[in-house]
């Protein structure tokens, strides 16, 4: 049961109980509300009310503009109703889940540490884990006001695990209580899969990953996936990862653990805050990862499927360096933006 939300000018309705937001129930349901993140920053899923009352769970949210507000537009990721409403929100249909989220409970089994403040979680739930490679999961915390977006490193399976690279981020109030109070045993509240820069592995273009910090998480989804499906097979995978310090760079233990069927696997790291001591301890290339992948692929860029994630400095590059400087058509580039 939930408050019926009608779509102005469309057959399309949904109805959204108080705990969901208008943006989750719909998908759910399958109408089609563009976004992104999930989480306030994109501004993808703006709306406007026509009728009906809804609580806004973060007015300052970042993607809303003084100009939205003066216009009354709102954010569907960060609404939930109080009574049934009408809403004016432009459909899309390339929202359309592949696989519609749920909810499920999931019980803590434990991390592993991949650098001085980075880890993989681990989580089990008793229905499999349905998602596609590249996509992220809702996590609602105990205490903490707002559910958090992570991606999934691991691969779908029916045994219901959940792999998240997530940093500790001094200020967030999210990763500190992840890294410091979750107890083996746990169980936490998921909502998942979102998001829509997951892998297509039905374009036969050779593949290319490129990471920064925690954005590594979806990209070793991708990569994982990539490298043991046979439809990869003779195509090559680049995974291009920048970090600040020789200390950030944990891919080698992460691929280790791969073992590509046929596809070729290429991992490119670099650098990008090396003192001169530093310098003189790594042997690599000290510059930021978009830069790497420019010397790497050079006048070849617009030949690939571009999947990538990480901090907004890093993402706001790589589209400049893709898009404006080598002219690689938007649709072989897949991210989503949390900024
Ligand atoms: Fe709502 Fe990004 S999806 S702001």
């Known amino acids: 049961m939930g408050y019926k939300i009608t779509v102005d000018g469309s057959d399309n309705e949904f109805s959204c109980d108080d705990r969901d937001t208008l943006l989750r129930a719909a998908l759910r349901q399958g109408v089609t509300i563009p976004y992104e993140c999930n989480s306030g920053g994109c501004g993808s899923c703006k ?24 216009k009354g537009k709102k954010l569907a990721c960060q609404c939930r109703p109080v ?7 432009r459909l899309e249909d390339h929202a359309a889940p592949e696989i519609r989220p749920n909810r499920f409970k999931v019980r803590y089994l434990g991390r592993r540490d991949l650098t001085a403040d980075m880890a993989e979680f681990r989580f089990q739930s008793d229905a499999p884990a349905r ?8 996590l609602s ?6 559910d958090r977006a992570y991606s999934m490193s ?14 500790r981020m001094p200020e967030g109030n999210a990763s500190t209580w992840l890294f410091s109070e979750l107890k083996e045993g746990d169980v936490l509240e998921l909502d998942a899969p979102y998001g829509q820069a997951y892998l297509r592995p039905e374009i036969e273009r050779d593949v290319v990953c ?7 998480s979806p990209v070793m989804s991708i990569v994982r996936a990539a490298t043991g499906d046979s439809r990869f097979a003779d195509r090559k995978i680049y995974l291009f990862y920048g970090g600040r310090t020789p200390g950030d760079i944990c891919t080698p233990e992460l691929l280790s653990e791969i073992e ?12 990008s805050d090396a003192d001169a001591a530093t310098r003189e301890s790594w042997e690599g290339p000290c510059c930021f990862v978009h830069e790497l992948v420019e010397q790497t692929l050079g006048d070849r860029m617009p030949e690939f499927e571009y999947y990538f994630c990480g901090p907004a400095p890093m993402t706001e590059a790589v589209q400049r360096m893709l898009m404006i400087e080598h002219k690689v058509p938007f649709e072989q580039i897949h991210f989503d933006r949390f900024f």
């Open 47 to 70: 709306f406007e009310l026509v009728s009906g009352e809804v609580e806004d769970l973060w007015p300052d949210a970042p993607a809303l503009t003084p100009r939205d507000k003066r």
């Open 83 to 89: 009574s049934d409403a009408v809403i004016k929100v």
């Open 131 to 138: 998602f596609l490679p590249g996509q992220f999961a809702m």
């Open 141 to 146: 915390l105990p205490g903490i006001q707002g």
């Open 154 to 167: 691991n691969i779908p399976n029916e045994a219901g695990y959940w792999q998240f690279i997530i940093k």
């Open 210 to 216: 490129i990471a920064g910090g925690s954005g590594l």
């Open 260 to 271: 590509p069927l046929d596809a070729q696997l290429i991992c490119e790291t670099a650098i």
